[in-house]
């Protein structure tokens, strides 16, 4: 019984787009000048989740800034990822989080 219900919950939360957590991990980083930034994880989720061709969001910890030594816009840099991005070998940093669909 037990199992039934961990698998219903489990079936129910990827049906509802779950995401799935990628701590210190990158897929590739925020291209400037080709990539939107946004202001916060969520805000890149709700975008993700419009676009066919997004496979998550990353999450880089420094301060958005438009250009080097300007003031900061945001308090991360959060950028979508492609779904081929995805489908790469992440790599590790502790200056990265990742965020992709389940």
């Known amino acids: 019984m037990k199992l039934?219900?961990?698998t219903t919950a489990i079936l129910l939360g990827v049906a509802?787009?779950?995401w799935c957590k990628?701590?210190?991990t990158y897929y590739t980083y925020f291209h400037r000048?080709?990539?939107h930034p946004?202001?916060?994880v969520e805000e890149a989720k709700a975008a993700c989740e419009e676009d066919a061709a997004c496979g998550g969001v990353?999450?880089?910890k420094i301060p958005y800034r438009e250009f080097p030594g300007a003031a900061p816009l945001y308090d991360h840099t959060v950028y979508k990822i492609s779904e081929d991005k995805i489908q790469k070998q992440p790599?590790?940093?502790?200056?990265y989080n990742s965020y992709v669909k389940c």
């Open 4 to 6: 039934l219900l961990l």
């Open 16 to 18: 509802a787009g779950e």
């Open 22 to 24: 990628k701590g210190n």
């Open 33 to 35: 000048g080709q990539a």
């Open 38 to 40: 946004y202001k916060d």
């Open 58 to 60: 990353g999450e880089d």
């Open 91 to 95: 790599k590790r940093s502790w200056r």
